[in-house]
């Protein structure tokens, strides 16, 4: 009989450890791409809640620093422009107003004294948006000043 001294080609073994390796591989990148897609879906959600909150900003910024929205404890929400169209995933936008006051005995301005002349004439808004991602409820906040001045 002869012997065989030279093999060629995969074992069995081999060949299963390989395709185990593959798969693992595969299931590596598959659970990459489903994070990165939920990844982008909260960015998505994210991008347009801070789109509304930007147009209602803007709009904002275009009423006179005296009119009736801008009255210290006043508040509004989107039904307040008429002509606001809000994305599908956007559940409403809301705002409310704090006027600063030289009186009030806080330090509005944060420099470390109370009631300063500077503080006057300055209202804060609060500006929320409220917003759906994966089907939980969410808030995007945007705080700016309105003064007298603009």
Known sequence: MKSITSQ???TLIEAMVAVLILAIGI???YTMQVTSIKGN???NALS???NAANDVYERL???DYDDAVFDDGS???ETDFASILLPDNVTGVAWAVTEWSATD???NDLDG???EGDENGVKLVALTVTYRDSGEQKTYNLNFYKTEMM
Request: charged letters at 20%; aromatic letters at 8%.
């Open 105 to 107: 005995t806080i330090d």
């Open 8 to 10: 060629s080609g995969f």
């Open 41 to 43: 879906a909260k960015a």
């Open 61 to 63: 910024q275009n009423i």
């Open 27 to 29: 299931l590596t990148l």
């Open 75 to 77: 508040g509004g929400d």
């Open 48 to 50: 347009y809640a801070a």
């Open 113 to 115: 004294e109370t009631d």
